[in-house]
């Protein structure tokens, strides 16, 4: 995927908000007019008598109104259509962004900061653009303009007016850069907020089975409170910004109306001068609230435009892309004896994988292994004993540290996922059901026909129950599979890995939820039915791998023991505890 950083989503539309940008500018002059009018007509036309030339210009200040409120609504229409055209563009790529980052980037980057970029960062942004178009011309036209206006009024008021206004650039320009780094604290907290939200939403039924209500309430209401006081950092900085702009303000303002007076009754200047100038000022006033209030949102926008530039400058190019022609070397397999064997007999070959999460100490260590067509990997281990760590290895999720990966003698780190994928069939321990039918669980948005996904369903022993519900196979299912059973939910998983007519299946511990004979039926329909299709099958049940071709015991990474079930018995003392434990003395 393409790098792309915010600007270059603003550059299309520069056009379309040029023209914006046009219009907001006619419609500002326009309004500057209406005090120059109404001075013309107070200082000029009303000692005259003269009614006609007072209803004409009386109509160009209507007409001038009207052009200012046709031009800003249309201007503002257009600025809210780009905005929101740009966030729209600007969330779907930074949520195909995070589609396409690896697993590594999405443990160091964390789910809840992705969602809090794509919600509330991309809300900030969107705000943020607005305020820029709507407000970010139109407020300072109106300061410049007025006060080049109020230079032929009367310069010396405007000496006064121009006093003033170093001092509130200034107010703006601290309380703004604060304000960014201020609001970055806030996106932070939020993104800890969402943390706690997500964990407790996933664990909701532990947290009340333990009766932990109050407990996970209490650290909730940490974070919260954290999140309000940074928010109440952020927004008291922001607050401090109106006041002292409105004391300085009218600090000035009451100056003008003072020497004004004196002007007058020195004749210095005329009545009609000076209410146009307190217009101007007044008009010059409230354009520089709308500055501060600018600035105020780019303090906002300009923090989630940092936190989703560094999501979309994450490097997702697949290492496949990496990888020349040139480094491709015949896969070999060396065996105990020193002979070598072609890598492109087997279907999956470990060699000497290792890998760390951390890059402290290995998950896995020096793991290898070699499967042919149609045999079958049993994986059998404590928690945490690296078993799942493989299955990710085998999918690439993650990259050995040393050792390689061989799929049909290619290295998998030079397979493109598109096609790494479509010969997998995985139930991961960790998988979901959709809130959809189950038809579409198990077709998964590939094209299948419903003998397909029948064909699947009857070999993962999901059929019958499948065949039960009001609806088959257009059962609506709700979020997580709540209305099925655990058994099932795991047979529908099973299925979907089947229905794509994989070289490759890998069940990650997906049968501890079936009874023993449903899950002798499934082993015994995958030996038949999927009889070229290389298995790797991660169990706690002995009885769930016993027949495979090799089983492989893990403990804390490292291979404690490696063979068949008959082979193990004699030479792995860990292994025959397990299965004594769970099938009795005699095997």
Not at 46 to 63: E, K, L, Q, R, S
Not at 174 to 192: C, M
Not at 216 to 234: P, T, V
Not at 362 to 378: H, K, M, Q, Y
């Amino acid at each position: 995927m393409k790098e792309k950083r915010f600007i270059d989503y603003v550059m299309p539309n520069i056009p379309i908000m040029m023209l914006g940008l046009l219009i907001k500018f006619i419609g500002t002059i326009s309004e500057l007019f209406l005090p120059s009018i109404l001075s013309y007509m107070i200082d000029d036309i009303a000692p005259t008598g003269d009614v006609g030339m007072m209803f004409i210009f009386g109509g160009v200040m209507i007409a001038a109104s009207f052009i200012v409120l046709i031009a800003n609504i249309v201007a503002n229409r257009m600025a809210s259509k780009v905005s929101s055209k740009i966030t729209r563009k600007l969330r779907h790529d930074s949520f195909e962004k995070t589609l396409h980052l690896s697993c590594e980037q999405m443990d160091r980057i964390t789910a809840p900061t992705l969602v809090s970029r794509l919600t509330s960062d991309t809300y900030n942004v969107n705000q943020m653009l607005i305020s820029v178009q709507r407000i970010g011309v139109r407020a300072p036209i109106l300061v410049i303009g007025g006060v080049v206006v109020t230079l032929f009024l009367d310069r010396a008021l405007t000496v006064v007016l121009l006093a003033i206004m170093p001092i509130v650039f200034a107010i703006i320009f601290f309380i703004s850069r604060r304000g960014i780094r201020l609001y970055t604290e806030v996106q932070h907290s939020a993104d800890r907020l969402v943390l706690g939200m997500q964990e407790n939403l996933n664990g909701i039924r532990v947290i009340k089975a333990l009766s932990k209500t109050e407990y996970e309430n209490e650290k909730f209401g940490s974070i919260n409170n954290e999140l309000m006081q940074n928010d109440i950092r952020a927004g008291r900085n922001n607050a401090l910004s109106g006041p002292i702009l409105q004391l300085f303000l009218n600090y000035g303002l009451t100056a003008v109306i003072i020497y004004g007076a004196i002007r007058v009754s020195l004749d210095l200047s005329r009545p009609g001068a000076i209410i146009a100038f307190l217009s101007y000022f007044t008009i010059i006033l409230n354009a520089l609230m709308m500055v501060n209030r600018v600035f105020m949102q780019l303090s906002k926008g300009l923090a989630s435009v940092r936190r989703i530039n560094e999501l979309l400058a994450e490097d997702t190019t697949d290492i496949s892309e990496k990888i020349s022609a040139e480094s491709e070397k015949e896969a070999v397999i060396l065996h105990e004896n020193g002979e070598k064997t072609a890598a492109s007999e087997y279907r999956i070959v470990f060699d000497g994988v290792s890998f760390s999460y951390l890059k402290v100490k290995d998950n896995v260590e020096n793991i290898s292994f070699a499967l042919r067509p149609g045999e079958t990997l049993g994986i059998i281990g404590a928690t945490g004993s690296g078993k799942t760590t493989v299955i990710s290895l085998l999918l690439r999720f993650y990259q050995p540290d040393s050792g390689r990966i061989l799929i049909d003698g290619v290295d998998i780190s030079s397979i493109p996922p598109s096609e790494l994928y479509k010969r997998i069939g995985v139930a991961l321990q960790s998988d979901f059901l959709m809130a959809d039918t189950i038809r579409e669980n198990i077709a998964f948005g590939r094209e299948m026909t419903d003998g397909e996904i029948t064909y699947a369903a009857e070999n993962a022993m999901a059929a019958e129950f499948i065949a039960e519900k009001p609806g088959g196979i257009n059962e609506f299912l709700n979020v997580k599979g709540a209305n099925v059973s655990g058994g099932q939910k795991q047979r529908i998983l099973i299925s979907r890995a089947l229905a794509g007519k994989p070289d490759i299946l890998i069940l990650d511990d997906s049968s501890g939820g079936l009874d023993y004979r449903t899950d002798a039926l499934l082993r015994q329909n995958l030996a038949t039915a999927y009889a070229d299709v290389t298995r790797v099958i991660v169990a706690q049940r002995v009885s769930s791998i016993m027949n495979a071709n090799i089983i492989m015991v893990l403990d804390e990474g490292r291979v404690i023991g490696f063979g068949t079930h008959a082979e193990l018995m004699e030479s792995c003392p860990d292994y025959r505890h397990i299965a004594e434990t769970q099938m009795g003395s005699k095997q």
